[in-house]
């Protein structure tokens, strides 16, 4: 199993102590966590932005008040 030699200075290993500590984990799990859940957050946050932009044009036409002005075209300025 491939894994990964990070260095961190004094502060920042207390810091990341500290901070696996408050969850209960250990260094070692804490930081397999932390970058899971990181693409975990790119990945929600891709398919966020597919769904936002699929229903957009139906939002903007319940709402017209809210299309920032810059997006408006130029005949409804």
């Known amino acids: ?13 207390e810091g990341v102590r500290a901070a696996a500590a408050a969850e209960g984990k250990s260094l070692k ?9 990181e693409m975990h957050r790119k990945q929600f946050v891709a398919g966020a932005a597919v769904w936002a ?6 939002f903007d036409e319940a709402f ?3 299309i920032p002005p810059s997006e408006r ?3 409804a300025a």
């Open 64 to 66: 017209p008040e809210e």
């Open 1 to 13: 199993m491939p894994s990964l030699n990070v260095s961190f200075s004094d502060e920042e290993m």
């Open 53 to 58: 932009d699929r229903l957009r044009g139906e």
């Open 29 to 37: 799990a804490y930081l397999h966590d932390l970058g899971v859940r």
């Open 73 to 75: 075209g130029a005949s």
